[in-house]
């Protein structure tokens, strides 16, 4: 059974970082890309990056580009999203997904970041 | 960056219609694109990809059709548990793009 787990939401104030954390099982994770996703409250889906296989290539909206990093852990089948210089339009529901570029389609369940002071 | 304008943002329907939904990109994206169902506090779940392949589990009443710069999501037969929001996504280039959302409600 396919699951991604997403965590490491909360609330954070405006300039700070937090990283969330996507861990999948059932499928091989270590052969696909994979992406997070937000959503800010009534709003919405917004793509923020996408990583590659391997790690080796990324890609990022122009409004996270130089504050949010993506990266992966292949060994612990673990994706993650640092997210520095948060503000408050930043507040939204992160999902992380499987690549749209492949036939199969998971999704976490979200993790809600609110950035407030 | 390529830009997805979808259409309508919203429509009223009855059960049995059939509903058609529009995304267009500001140039061509060949076939990738897929279309997407969230329904409230849940994660989206795709209902399309390369523009007309319908994912596994998907009814069959939901089709895509388009290809290049403008595409199409019919549901031929709409049912309750269609009611929702559906959103297509570019992922021809980066970044991608999700169009603006079709919000579906009952009339």
């Known amino acids: 059974q396919v699951q991604l787990v997403e965590s490491g939401g909360g609330v954070v104030q405006p300039g700070r970082s937090l990283r969330l954390s996507c861990s999948a099982s059932?499928?091989?994770?270590?052969?696909?890309?994979m992406y997070w996703v937000r959503q800010a409250p009534g709003k919405g889906l917004e793509w923020v990056t996408l990583?590659?296989?391997?790690?080796?290539?990324?890609y990022y909206a122009d409004f996270v580009k130089g504050r949010f990093s993506i990266s992966r852990d292949n060994s612990k089948n673990t994706l993650y999203l640092q997210m520095n210089s948060l503000r408050a339009e930043d507040t939204a529901v992160y999902y992380c997904?499987?690549?749209?570029?492949?036939?199969?389609?998971?999704w976490g369940q979200g993790t809600l970041v609110t950035v407030s002071s | 960056d390529i830009q997805m304008t979808q259409s309508p943002s919203s429509l009223s329907a009855s059960v049995g219609d059939r509903v058609t939904i529009t995304c267009r990109a500001s140039?061509?994206?060949?076939?990738?694109l897929g279309w997407y169902q969230q329904k409230p506090g849940k994660a989206p779940k795709r209902l399309i990809y390369?523009?007309?392949s319908l994912q596994s589990g998907v009814p069959s009443r939901f089709s895509g059709s388009g290809s290049g710069t403008e595409f199409t999501l019919t549901i031929s037969s709409l049912q309750p548990e269609d009611f929702a929001t559906y959103y297509c996504l570019q992922h021809n280039s980066f970044p991608n793009t999700f169009g603006g959302g079709t919000k579906v409600e009952i009339k």
């Open positions: 059932g499928f091989i994770f270590s052969s696909y890309a």
């Open positions: 390369a523009a007309s």
């Open positions: 140039q061509g994206i060949r076939n990738a």
């Open positions: 990583i590659s296989y391997d790690g080796s290539d990324k």
């Open positions: 997904a499987s690549s749209p570029l492949v036939t199969f389609d998971y």
